[in-house]
């Protein structure tokens, strides 16, 4: 199951430069380190997006990712792909849902949601409500994230999220995300550079988790504002924990 989860979140992400001539979206490379309480992992992401208007008023996106962590107890590659339909109502609205799958720990999850976004003259605003079926639990995420746009290629972002995990032989756990990223499109190119930071604090257990990312991105389709507005920036938000929701 593990090796067609990854097939699939492959298929997602090279997908999209194939398709651009219909679609919007990107491809992106990153280097991520994180800190679990003094236990430490490096690795790389893959991840891409893109997002095809079906009607005038309908969007569907796909995304996916895949990421290789090293660290002291060995190395994973772990792969994520998710799915979008959502509506737009007016210029300035969109709201739809989504469906996921992740493979966190060799056991793959899935997640069903729904998400809306508001889009205002220099800002996105980004709601997200997820239900994540897990082996032996299930968690419930609720989460927004505030993107301002200083100018259409520059983007500063927070985002938090309440997260109640619900194990089986544990009992109910919760759990807080926050972060702050940014991301920069070079004048007259395709080409974007982003970092980003979150902590996942989970909060019976008495853990905390850095992580931090950098990378650069190819975009296609317009600036990154243009893309955030075309649904484009689906599922690539601060607003939950990290592969939770299929992305």
């Known amino acids: 199951m593990k090796t067609i989860l990854l097939a699939s979140a492959a298929a997602a992400l090279f997908t999209a430069p194939a398709f651009a001539q ?18 430490k992992t490096d690795g790389a992401t893959l991840d891409g997006v893109a997002a095809v208007k079906v009607a005038p008023e309908w969007t569907v996106t796909v995304n996916g990712s895949v990421a290789y962590a090293d660290s002291d107890f060995g190395d994973d590659t772990v792969g994520a792909a998710a799915a979008h339909l959502t509506k737009t109502f007016g ?6 849902a ?5 493979d966190i720990g060799g056991e793959n999850y899935f ?4 998400e809306v976004q508001k889009y205002l ?3 996105t605003l980004t709601g997200v409500v997820a239900y994540t079926d897990l082996d032996g639990a299930d968690a419930w995420t609720f989460g927004g994230d505030a993107a301002y746009y200083v100018n259409p290629s520059l983007r500063l972002n927070a985002g938090v999220s ?13 759990a807080w995300a926050y972060g702050v990223g940014a991301e920069y499109q070079l004048d007259n190119s395709p080409f974007s550079l982003f970092g980003s930071w979150q902590r996942v604090s989970l909060n019976d257990v008495d853990v905390d988790s850095d992580n931090f990312v950098v990378g650069a991105r190819y975009n296609f389709g317009g600036t990154l ?16 924990l990290p592969g939770l929701r299929g992305f």
């Open 162 to 174: 309440y997260n109640n995990v619900d194990v089986d032989s544990v009992g109910e756990i919760d």
């Open 111 to 114: 997640s069903v949601g729904g």
């Open 98 to 102: 989504f469906a996921g799958v992740s």
């Open 225 to 240: 504002q243009s893309l955030d507005r075309a649904g484009a920036n689906l599922g690539r938000t601060l607003a939950g």
């Open 121 to 123: 003259l220099s800002a």
């Open 91 to 96: 210029s300035d609205l969109r709201a739809g």
């Open 22 to 39: 219909e679609s919007v979206g990107s491809v992106g490379l990153g280097y991520a380190h994180t800190d679990t309480e003094g236990l």
